[in-house]
């Protein structure tokens, strides 16, 4: 008799087991599927197709761009679904340099900083944003450094070394969800 409660229990662990496991298992797959998807969706976030992107939605970034004389995308570097790509645009008698940098989660624009003073480097293991030498760069009202992971931006504020300019070059972020 001592067998029937132990084969009780061990029925209702696996009925119980057989009741969640489908549920959790099915939870889990979604969950990786939606992760798959993002990930691609991060994977394919390449100049060209930041460049197709911008046209195709009538982008403020490319007002006037038939006079440009070069329009240029480039890569930065990604973090989890976060990619960083910027976009310089040549124009002018003095055929001067503007230089934009975009933020994307997945396959949507989040948001970007115009006319920045210079491309960055990179971008670290951490999610922070690196310039090169001579840049001092940090968001306005802190010390600290640009992170493409962060979940809130602020303006970026950018000043080379040796500039005779005593105040540093901020720009204001432009999130793209409220345009």
Not at 25 to 44: C, G, I, K, L, W
Not at 110 to 121: A, E
């Amino acid at each position: 008799m001592a067998f029937l409660p132990r084969f009780a229990t061990l029925f209702a662990l696996l009925f119980w087991q057989l009741l969640v496991t489908p549920a959790t298992v099915a939870e889990a797959v979604a969950s990786e599927m939606v992760s798959a998807e993002t990930a691609n969706q991060a994977a394919q976030v390449t100049p060209e197709w930041v460049e197709r992107y911008l046209y195709t939605r009538n982008s403020a970034l490319l007002d006037d761009s038939p006079n440009d004389h070069v329009m240029s995308f480039y890569y930065f570097g990604r973090l989890d679904q976060r990619t960083l790509i910027g976009l310089e645009r040549v124009r002018g008698d003095d055929y001067e340099q503007f230089f934009s940098l975009l933020v994307f989660e997945g396959a949507e624009l989040l948001g970007y900083y115009r006319n920045v003073l210079s491309f960055p480097s990179g971008v670290a293991d951490n999610g922070e944003v690196q310039f090169p030498r001579g840049v001092d760069v940090h968001l306005q009202g802190s010390d600290a450094l640009l992170n493409i992971t962060a979940p809130v931006f602020s303006g970026l504020c950018q000043r080379q070394r040796g500039a005779e300019a005593e105040t540093d070059l901020c720009v204001p972020w432009m999130s793209a969800r409220s345009q």
